[in-house]
């Protein structure tokens, strides 16, 4: 391929230009060899002459095809040099919006100066666990690439962040850590990971600060390791720093600051806790305003302090260390504003006396005043024999107070790193780590000193490691591919290194001159001058002495050696520092106690190698003389840092700063091309140019370029073989190309070469294409003229012809026009003649008539008006006679009404609702208007008792005045007359009195009967108005109810959505419950095994084997009682209308006081229990007999089996008495009732003594049986010997000793032995066993008694209470109105009605209740009393084996299964752990499931409800252990979900609960549960239903995970897209091992085959339909998130191809749904992104309709992920043209009103809520049968 062949016409190249570096231009003529000047176009369509030679001026770059453009490697591009590289950034930066972008192994980051959403979370997840090249450039895919080489390979990673200032290194570095926190969280709850992004904002404040260039600049190097454990979490973190910029402290150039912790300082100095620093505006200190603006726009210091000081007390710095410092901070900024006054001398200087900052700063430190002012103006010189203190010079006491305040603020920054590498320590041990350097990149600056010198040094190191790291990789690359290996030339900057730190070198020399006692920066250039003048990295400035200028690998930098010697010695005098240490602050002493500044040996003892102790102590020499200077330091922190890059593998990312303006999106291109110098970007290219950049893999090269192949070569079914020959045809140089094993290497520019070829095949195809097309409608076109000629010429003349005929027709018609015309104009003055005349006549006879008109109106008038008085005369004596009928009426009907209306008032104190409740209500009004007329009816007997009194008082005083009379008669004058006036005028007064009282008495009767009066019209009033009240309601109900009918809809959707938020709330928290429980497993795991040691450990006693999985609390068996009703009836009704309800209130009321006598009955039993309980225990601890036998223990546990159901009964017995004697008592009315009750209770007393009897006979029986059976065997053993043991044995002998005594021992105490037939023995047994019983009895009936008399003192206590609450009402009526006294008291007797109403309903109830739980009892007890009888007759031994029962028939069998306890366990193993789905496979679904449901229901039938609680906890808790140990397994996890949602079912099927009853069987209605309420466990099983259904989503979404992106974007289910399918040129190198045979690519019929497997295994298991399609809705909306967030992180399938491919797939998808019948939950709809995503890349992309078109088709996509669809769209070929930036721009103006969350991808992780829909079994639980496979013979049928 020649050069000729390259530079030809329409070729596009690039040539220099001074403004944008490197500009366009298109080839206008071709370029023959040994042309002067290349003719070019450039974009403006100017042409230029552009000049060549062969030396200075050689041919311009080619620039590479449209097509490549954007690559998201720029090793991709087929001409690599720098104007490539350059104008693809550019093009990524500017017009996609993309920041990064690979180059080789390096990641180049442009600062965007802007907050991009594309570091969330969900981007974290997207980009873990992918390969590096397989999503866009990302600082997540470097991270995910460094994790997983450490977890593959094992080896230690370092991710290398350079950049100049304000390219955004320290940002890429966080991002880089808060990946690797959220990837690798740590595995316990040490949130070592948090404490990790802890240390930014610290660092941050005191390590960064605002320059020119960039606001936050970080002014230190960085190394952190974040540590690694052998499960790859993180446990700790190391860092390591260099070079932290002192200088900073005390200077800032113009527009600058100082670090950021002065100004937050500053800012927060009004708190209260900082007035001890006595801060104030940082513009009042010297240090903090020498840049002039304090403020950073946009930053609030105050609020950053706030955060500093969070990370510091999450790092486990305390608040007092806090606010030390603070201190030490605060203490800097007074040092600096200390004034320092020169002599007049000039030699000397002072500080004035009375300084504040002075002050301040000592005081701070805790430091003495007098001895800092001293040393602060002095400094003392040691000679050998003395010792002087001298003055300084003002200036060299300022150079020493600002290097005391940068050897502070130094110890300050190293301390607070210590301490936060000691917060990151952790004692576990480290597997691997990974370090992230944030180091400074190369710099140069018009003034450059020796900061720049140690940075552009540490760049030069980097930059070799770097070089010979790439080197590395390509040869590698290389020789893994077996092609033949070329040395590749690198630039090697070991020279430049060797300048630097050589022996002798720069830094050698510096150190040198250091010390010098006189040195001085112009000597040390002298001696750089002479030194290095020959080497070729170093050369002399023309115009200055005083520097130097060192070639770099990225640029020639010139260097002032003012203040290098200053720098490198950093002196501090020693003076001042022994001060420092002397602090009564323990933090300010330990900052300058450190080992490294211990002093030194003196000089005198420098040379001697002998220890002598001289006579008196040696003077101290000073520091600086023996110390590592700055430059030494720096040197071997680097060599240590080199080091570590060495031994790990690394990582670059290069960030570039596009403009130094700090503007959003704008490139400089002048600015990128240094920096890309700068960080050996383009050196990275240079090398891969070197050798072979463009790699393609067989198949690709062969898809691209098979339109270059002949039909014989595409016959060949080699691939390989196909690709070889036709390059080998193509390119005749085999020098350009090199065929590996599986990747063809190709020179710079072969690949546009093959490009260029193919876009002329395809030009020319197009051309030929056009040739035809284009002739083929020329004649096409000749074709339509011809025929159209013809047809004008036919129509011509036609047309002709048809005009003649139509002058013709013209003539004609002309003539019977003037006919017309003549004739019309004639009839028109006739017609108007006639018409005047018939207007004169009309209005003449008009003006007659309306004459006649009047005449006959006014007589009409006249005869209307007499009709009118008339009638109206005839109405007013009617309407007088009518009203004075109505008046009469009216009094009529009022002494009717007044009637009536006391019959209305005792109807309108009673309430609708309590007529229904209450029967015989108004019979209690009537008597209370009964009481009421008896009281007035008293009132009258008490005014006639009060007329007799008067007349009677009358009388008296008629009397007392004839006595009077007859006084004054008898007595003489000197009679007292005046006492007797007296007496009479009391008796008057009394009188009076008398009179006054009875017309009070009279008022107040009449005032009462008004008010009375009153009150009933009252009534009457509210009567009318409640009735119309109602009337209006019901009206306004109806309306109501009409205008809703068309919101309910609504309001419905609206009642879903909120409910489905509430479950999607209640799902979350049981999965973080779940995950919580996981994590809390996980952590006593790893506590096991950090405790384990071997040997025997105890298990602590208090963890049950039954409550150590469980979570929940245990559920009290209980009968709950009628209130649950009541209760779930509140809930139903709402707890306002509940309120209103006086039943509902009463029924509550009633049951409170209900569960407060039973708790105090529980107590008193409770009691009673624990002391049967230490009787019992003294019973047995008195007992003397040591050897229990297996037939006693038998029988004393079928005796306390006996004795608990007798007491059961016994106790519910008596609350039945005592419940039917109350109400008794209360109610002795209701004969009826209380026969029936007593009916019952004689048949219960039968049932209960009939027990006693039966139990007695049974003990008998038993007793009778064993001695018997004792007898038979000891009669066996009998010898002479024992008959004379036995008359000589004293000893009493009890039965019971009898029983007890074992065989071998006791045989001379048997009762046998008396006499040969046994009978005295026997006879004196059943003597003993008839008195115990006897005992027992007369025990059990003082029990009774007992309980009895605590019944009798329960009902007194309410008697009394009663009693007390009835006089504390009538207390309260006493105190009442009367009006008040008759409305309270029909208030209470209403109250007390409906009370005794409720009461006796709940009375029946609970009667009809408790005789089913007796009646069934009963039946129980006498079961197994037969089952006993039977057991004892048939065996021939007693034993302690199983009871034996007797199996029913089959047709008895009522759905129960009955197992022991001791089979609990077993009974869980093998329906639970052991339990495998393909065992009951072909039974009947569910199996397991029913088989527990009908062990739950024998439980609850024979009322155990222990047996329940242990039976559901156990089984709740193996399933978990299951789920547990197969948690990835999806065919167990749908086994389980499957069979707890069917036990789910049946617990509400069988629960009893009517809402559950209504698709029941009458026979699956008889097997509800009985006794216990089991909704709480009902509860627990849903919510470890929801953990099984998340497990299932998760286990399949796993399974599914790798499968997508292959199915769904790069398998080729359309194969004739294959050829044109855009392929990568390079891709990027895969973190997995290709060749070690990993997963090939799935196809989307694996995809569906994988949906189909979960579909079929959830149907075969018997999960709900409805679930199973949750669970698919689930499925496709993840395929729906990871297809669409690849789509939006991949460049290279967002393409028209794709779509179309896209949504083939996804028609396929749907096809499969529609097919399982599936697509009416919702399924489809969760897709709906990913489609229009695919109908996006489809449609037209270039007008406005087009914009517009796409605005209303993509609803489900948000404007974010829009654009971004846009901006990766990649054209197929040459031929498609991109999407342009204002088109982009144009649908953003579109859409920016949409209302969107702003997230650019799906989250992934988000779950539907779930919901089980009640799904009852039509199975009966009888015909259930239980194979015999699963070796359940312990289950007995029932």
Known sequence: MSVTELYSKYTRVWIPDPDEVWRSAEIVKDYKEGDSVLHLKLEDESTLDYSIGPKDNPLPFLRNPDILVGENDLTALSYLHEPAVLHNLKVRFIESNHIYTYCGIVLVAINPYEQLQIYGEEVINAYSGQNMGDMDPHIFAVAEEAYKQMARDEKNQSIIVSGESGAGKTVSAKYAMRFFATVGGSANDTSIEEKVLASSPIMEAIGNAKTTRNDNSSRFGKYIEIGFDRRYHIIGANMRTYLLEKSRVVFQAEEERNYHIFYQLCASSSLPEFKDLALSSAEDFTFTSLGENIFIEGVNDAEDLVKTREALTMLGVKEIHQMSIFKVIASILHLGNVEIVSERDGESCHITKDESYLHNFCQLLGIEQEQMEHWLCRRKLVTTAETYVKN?????????????????????????????????????????????????????????????????????????????????????????????????????????????????????????????????????????????????????????????????????????CDGFLEKNRDTVYEEQINILKASKFQLVADLFHDGKDVPPPSATSKTSR????????????????????????????????????????????????????????????????????????????????????????????????????????????????????????????????????????????????????????????????????????????????????????????????????????????????????????????????????????????????????????????????????????????????????????????????????????????????????????????????KKMDNQSQDYKNQKEQLAVANTALGSEVNKLQKELETLRTRQAAGTPVASLQEELEKLRAELQEANAQRKQIEEEFSNEKQGLQQRVEELEKENTLLKKDKEEMNRKIQTSTQGQAGDVSQKESRLQ?????????????????????????????????????????????????????????????????????????????GIEKAAMDL???????????????????????????????????????????????????????????????????????????????????????????????????????????ELDVRKEEVLMLKTQIVNSTRQSENINHINSNDVSEWTNNKKPVDAEDIVNAPDSKNKAQDWGYLNEDGELGLAYQGLKQVARLLEAQLQTQSRQHKDELEALHTQVELLKDNLEKKQDMLNHFSTLSPDALVEFSVQQEITRLTNENLDLKELVEKLEKNEKKLKKQLRIYMKKVQELEVSQATRSRPELTRQVTVQRKEKDFEGMLE???????????????????????????????????????????????????????????????????????????????????????????????????????????????????????????????????????????????????????????????????????????????????????????????????????????????????????????????????????????????????????????????????????????????????????????????????????????????????????????????????????????????????????????????VLFPYTPSALTLEAIHIPASLSLDFLTRV
């Open 392 to 560: 300084m010079p003002y200036a060299q006491a300022v150079n020493a107070r600002d290097a005391l305040a940068k050897h502070i603020y130094a110890h300050l920054f190293d301390w607070i790193v210590e301490h936060v590498n000691k917060a990151l320590h952790t004692s576990a041990k480290q597997h691997s780590f990974i370090g992230v350097l944030d180091i400074y990149g190369f710099e140069t600056f018009e003034i450059n000193s020796f900061e720049q010198f140690c940075i552009n040094y540490a760049n030069e190191k980097l930059q070799q490691q770097f070089n010979s790291h790439v080197f590395k990789l390509e040869q590698e690359e290389y020789m893994k591919e077996q092609i033949p290996w070329t040395l590749i030339d690198f630039y090697d900057n070991q020279p430049c290194i060797d300048l630097i730190e050589a022996k002798l070198g720069i830094l050698d020399l510096l150190d040198e001159e250091c010390k010098v006692p006189k040195g001085t920066d112009q000597n040390w250039a002298q001696k750089l001058y002479s030194k290095h003048s020959s080497s070729g990295h170093f050369e002399k400035p023309r115009m200055s002495n005083r520097s130097f200028i060192v070639v770099h690998f990225a640029d020639k930098v010139e260097y002032q």
């Open 1057 to 1133: 959505v909120e409910l489905d938020d509430e479950r999607q709330r209640y799902q979350n928290l049981v999965k973080e419950y779940s995950r919580l429980e996981q994590r809390y497993e996980n952590l006593q795991e790893d506590m096991s095994s950090m405790k384990f040691h071997p040997g025997h450990r105890r298990i602590p006693s208090n963890q049950s084997s039954l409550g150590s999985d469980s979570n929940y609390p245990s559920i009290s068996m209980s009968e709950a009682g009628d209130t649950d009703d009541t209760i779930q009836q509140v809930e139903e009704m």
């Open 1459 to 1809: 197992f022991y306890k001791e089979d609990e366990a077993l009974l869980v193993k093998t329906l639970i752990t052991d339990m495998k789905p393909n065992v009951v496979s072909a039974t009947v679904p569910c199996l397991p499931a029913y088989i527990l449901f009908m062990c739950i229901r024998h439980a609850d039938y024979i009322n155990d409800d222990q047996k329940v609680h242990s039976l559901l906890t156990a089984t709740i808790n193996a399933i978990k252990k299951v789920l547990k140990k197969n948690n990835d397994d999806f065919e167990m996890t749908s086994f389980w979900l499957a069979n707890t949602s069917r036990l789910l079912h049946c617990l509400k099927q069988y629960s009893g609960d009517e809402a559950f009853m209504t698709q029941n069987s009458p026979k699956q209605n008889e097997h509800c549960l009985k006794n216990f309420d089991l909704a709480e466990y009902r509860q627990v099983l849903s919510d470890l239903s929801i953990q099984i259904y998340q497990q299932l989503i998760r286990v399949a979404e796993n399974t599914m995970q790798p499968m997508i992106v292959s199915a769904m974007l790069e398998s080729e289910s359309i194969p004739s897209l294959a050829g044109v399918k855009p392929m990568g040129y390079r891709n990027r190198s895969s973190s997995m091992d290709c060749e070690s045979g990993g997963p090939a690519g799935y196809t989307l019929q694996a995809l569906i085959r994988q949906l189909g497997q979960f579909y079929t295994t959830m149907a075969d298991h018997g999960l709900d339909p409805e679930i199973g399609q949750q669970m698919i809705r689930q499925l496709f909306y993840s395929i729906n998130a990871v297809t669409l967030n690849n789509l939006l992180l991949r460049k290279d399938v967002c393409s028209w191809s794709t779509g179309m491919q896209l949504r083939y797939n996804i028609s396929q998808l749907e096809e499969w749904v529609r097919g399982k019948n599936l697509h009416h939950g919702g399924t489809l709809a969760t897709v709906e992104p990913v489609i229009q995503a695919a109908q996006l890349l489809q449609v037209k992309k270039k007008t406005s309709q087009d914009a517009e078109a796409i605005c209303s088709l993509c609803t489900a996509l948000s404007l974010q992920q829009i654009v971004k669809i846009l901006n990766l769209y990649t054209p197929l070929n040459e031929f498609e043209e991109r999407v342009t930036v204002s088109f982009i721009r144009d649908i953003q103006n579109r859409l920016q009103d949409r209302i969107e969350i702003n997230q650019l991808l799906v989250d992934t992780k988000y779950t539907f809520p």
């Open 610 to 929: 002998i220890n002598v102790r001289p006579a008196k102590p040696a003077l101290k020499g000073h520091n600086r003389d023996h110390r590592k200077s700055v430059g030494t330091q720096f040197r071997n922190s680097l060599h240590l840092l080199m080091e570590t890059l060495n031994a790990t593998t690394p990582h670059y990312v290069r960030c570039i700063k596009p403009n130094d303006y700090k503007e959003s999106f704008v490139f400089d291109s002048r600015r990128a091309v240094q920096q890309l110098r700068a960080c050996g970007v383009l050196e990275t290219i240079r090398i891969s140019a070197a050798g072979y950049p463009s790699r393609w893999t067989y198949p690709d090269f062969f898809s691209r370029y098979r339109v270059l192949m002949t039909k014989k070569d595409l016959t060949i079914g080699d691939k390989k073989l196909v690709c070889k020959n036709l390059l080998e045809t193509l390119v005749k140089d085999p020098d350009k190309f090199q065929f590996g094993k599986t990747k063809i290497f190709f020179r710079a520019g072969q690949v546009a070469y093959l490009e260029k070829l193919r876009a002329d095949k395809f030009r020319y195809a197009c051309i030929k294409i056009q040739k035809t097309v284009r002739g083929w409608l020329q004649r096409i076109r000749y074709r339509k003229i011809r025929k159209s000629a013809i047809t004008l010429q036919r129509y011509g003349r036609g047309y002709m012809a048809r005009r003649h005929a139509e002058m013709l027709r013209l003539t004609r018609a002309t003539l019977i026009c003037q006919k017309q015309y003549r004739m019309v104009q004639v009839r028109r003055d006739y017609l108007r003649s006639r018409r005047a005349v018939i207007t004169i006549q009309a209005f003449a006879r008009g003006m007659f008539i309306r004459r006649l008109y009047q005449e006959f109106l006014l007589h009409h008038k006249a005869i209307i008006i007499q009709k009118t008085v008339r009638g109206w005369l005839v109405r007013k004596k009617y309407l007088h006679a009518r009203n004075a009928a109505i008046v009469i009426q009216c009094f009529y009907r009022r002494v009717r009404a007044v009637r009536r209306f006391k019959q209305l008032k005792i109807e309108a104190r009673s309430a609708e609702h309590f007529k229904n409740l209450n029967v015989g209500m108004e019979n209690k009004i009537v008597q209370l208007q």
């Open 1143 to 1249: 039943s509902v209130f009463m029924k509550l009321q009633k049951r409170v006081r209900e569960l407060e006598q039973e708790r105090k009955r529980l107590q008193t039993n409770l009691e009673k229990v624990e002391e049967l309980s230490q009787r019992k225990g003294n019973e047995t601890k008195s007992s003397t007999s040591e050897d229990i036998n297996a037939d006693l223990a038998y029988n004393s546990l079928k005796r306390q089996e006996l004795e608990t159901e007798n007491k059961k009964l016994k106790n519910d017995l008596n609350e039945l008495r005592k419940a039917v004697a109350d109400r008794a008592s209360e109610n002795n009315s209701s004969n009826e009732l209380q026969d029936g009750y007593n009916l019952l209770l004689n048949q219960l007393k039968a049932a209960n003594e």
